[in-house]
């Protein structure tokens, strides 16, 4: 959602980057899924939620507090808009860094009206201070507002009308145990099967009127790294191509020539992917490498392929970090089409992956 949190480095320009940029922004309201029967897949999730939400209606309460977990662009915001829907609800929508402050927090609390969702995103980066009134008011529908310092400062407790929580972060490991254990429900959002973004993909189109066949859909899901946010962006790049090029239709060449020229290749790749699993293939026989070496061979930071390149590629099953440094998988070799080097059977981390 922050997309100010995430634009620098080479993160920032790349098309397959997960964080919304202002263009996602301005188009994924149009977007979101309205209610539970059109969110796309997370079954598991869809059924358990869909349980908690009927039954505080039918008992006239508010909701439990829902704790969503899950990368970002996986539809954590979209489902928390559906929650306050579902509940008939209004929604106020902050994010942890931007309450850095008790004070910050008891202000937002104080004016919720009874039953409205309060969308907490990013809830792990949220101060320590206000993390501690949240416990409260999430248990009690309480808050204890400090008024003065020193010895001299007094707890004035204020009545909170019952509200619901809905808490986002990328791991919910990330929370400490007090905080994670006041959430009623908690769901972990996982990546989405291709065929399922190829629905994403369909929907979308029409909701943009643009005009796809079923192959040209599957084509731009198995290149959006499992990921709705990213299959919504990459349509909207293919739909540019298709209406300058072409017809306007999005069909499966349309879609695999207009992403070749992004350079997101068909498995999601894209450049700077691309560039390190290539210098560690043809510079390093596969490696092992140090994250250092590997770095400076691609003309990158050390964090940036740490943390934009690598999470996917390990996630891929393309490259592995071990103790030793950076191995490539026999898939790697495979997907840039190269042979790998024989190796003497001398037992290293490279052979393992070899099964050697
Ligand atoms: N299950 C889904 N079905 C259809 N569209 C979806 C689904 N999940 C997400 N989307 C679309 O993907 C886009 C991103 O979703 P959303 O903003 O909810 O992600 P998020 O997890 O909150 O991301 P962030 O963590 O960056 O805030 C939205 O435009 C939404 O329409």
Same mark, same amino acid.
């Given at each position: 959602?922050?997309?100010?949190?995430?634009?620098?480095?080479?993160? #920032?320009?790349?098309?397959?980057?997960?964080?919304?940029?202002?263009?996602?922004?301005?188009? +994924?309201a149009?977007?979101?899924?309205?209610?539970?029967? $059109?969110? *796309?897949?997370?079954?598991?999730?869809?059924?358990?939620?869909?349980?908690?939400?009927?039954? !505080? %209606?039918?008992?006239?309460?508010?909701?439990? /507090?829902?704790?969503? =977990?899950?990368?970002?662009?996986?539809?954590?915001?979209?489902? =928390?808009?559906? *929650? !306050?829907?579902?509940?008939?609800a209004?929604?106020?929508?902050?994010?942890?860094?931007? *309450?850095?402050? #008790?004070?910050?927090?008891?202000?937002?609390? =104080?004016?919720?009206? +009874?039953?409205?969702?309060?969308?907490?995103? $990013?809830?792990?980066?949220?101060?320590?201070?206000?993390?501690?009134? @949240?416990?409260?008011?999430?248990?009690?529908?309480?808050?204890?507002?400090?008024?003065?310092?020193?010895?001299? #400062?007094?707890?004035?407790?204020? $009545?909170?009308?019952?509200?619901?929580?809905?808490?986002?972060?990328?791991?919910?490991? @990330?929370?400490?145990?007090?905080?994670?254990?006041?959430?009623?429900?908690?769901? /972990?959002?996982?990546?989405?099967?291709?065929?399922?973004?190829?629905?994403?993909?369909?929907?979308?189109?029409?909701?943009?009127?643009?005009?796809?066949?079923?192959?040209?859909?599957?084509?731009?899901?198995?290149?959006? %790294?499992?990921?709705?946010?990213?299959?919504?962006?990459?349509?909207?790049?293919?739909?540019?191509?298709a209406?300058?090029?072409?017809?306007? @239709?999005?069909?499966?060449?349309?879609? #695999?020539?207009?992403l070749?020229?992004?350079?997101?290749?068909?498995?999601?790749?894209?450049?700077?992917?691309?560039?390190?699993?290539?210098?560690?293939?043809?510079?390093?026989?596969?490696?092992?490498?140090?994250?250092s070496?590997?770095?400076?061979?691609?003309?990158?930071? %050390?964090?940036?392929?740490?943390?934009?390149?690598?999470?996917?590629?390990?996630?891929?099953?393309?490259l592995?970090?071990?103790?030793?440094?950076?191995?490539?998988?026999?898939?790697?070799?495979? /997907?840039?089409? @190269?042979?790998?080097?024989?190796?003497?059977?001398?037992g290293?981390?490279?052979?393992?992956l070899?099964?050697?």
């Amino acid at each position: 959602m922050n997309w100010d949190d995430t634009t620098d480095g080479a993160a #920032a320009e790349r098309l397959v980057d997960t964080a919304a940029d202002r263009e996602d922004q301005a188009v +994924e309201a149009a977007l979101r899924p309205k209610d539970l029967g $059109e969110f *796309i897949g997370q079954e598991k999730v869809r059924e358990q939620l869909d349980l908690v939400l009927r039954a !505080a %209606r039918a008992r006239g309460a508010t909701a439990d /507090h829902v704790l969503l =977990s899950g990368a970002p662009g996986l539809g954590k915001t979209t489902l =928390s808009m559906i *929650i !306050a829907a579902e509940m008939g609800a209004p929604i106020r929508i902050t994010s942890g860094p931007a *309450i850095q402050h #008790a004070g910050d927090l008891a202000a937002i609390l =104080s004016s919720l009206q +009874e039953g409205e969702v309060l969308f907490l995103d $990013e809830i792990h980066r949220m101060s320590r201070p206000a993390e501690e009134m @949240l416990y409260m008011a999430m248990e009690d529908f309480r808050v204890d507002v400090i008024v003065g310092k020193g010895p001299g #400062a007094t707890a004035i407790p204020l $009545e909170l009308p019952p509200f619901t929580l809905v808490g986002a972060t990328t791991r919910a490991g @990330l929370l400490p145990p007090p905080l994670r254990d006041r959430f009623g429900f908690t769901a /972990h959002m996982e990546f989405y099967e291709p065929r399922e973004l190829q629905r994403v993909v369909h929907r979308s189109a029409a909701l943009l009127d643009v005009e796809i066949d079923p192959s040209g859909a599957a084509e731009i899901a198995g290149r959006s %790294r499992g990921t709705p946010r990213i299959a919504n962006r990459l349509l909207r790049r293919v739909r540019d191509y298709a209406q300058v090029k072409a017809d306007g @239709l999005i069909t499966e060449d349309i879609a #695999a020539a207009a992403l070749a020229v992004y350079e997101v290749d068909e498995r999601g790749l894209d450049r700077l992917d691309r560039g390190v699993l290539e210098a560690l293939l043809k510079l390093f026989g596969g490696g092992p490498v140090g994250l250092s070496t590997l770095a400076v061979a691609v003309g990158e930071e %050390r964090e940036t392929v740490e943390e934009v390149a690598e999470p996917f590629l390990v996630r891929e099953g393309l490259l592995a970090r071990t103790p030793r440094g950076r191995v490539a998988t026999p898939a790697a070799w495979n /997907h840039l089409g @190269l042979t790998p080097p024989q190796r003497p059977a001398t037992g290293n981390g490279q052979q393992d992956l070899f099964g050697a």
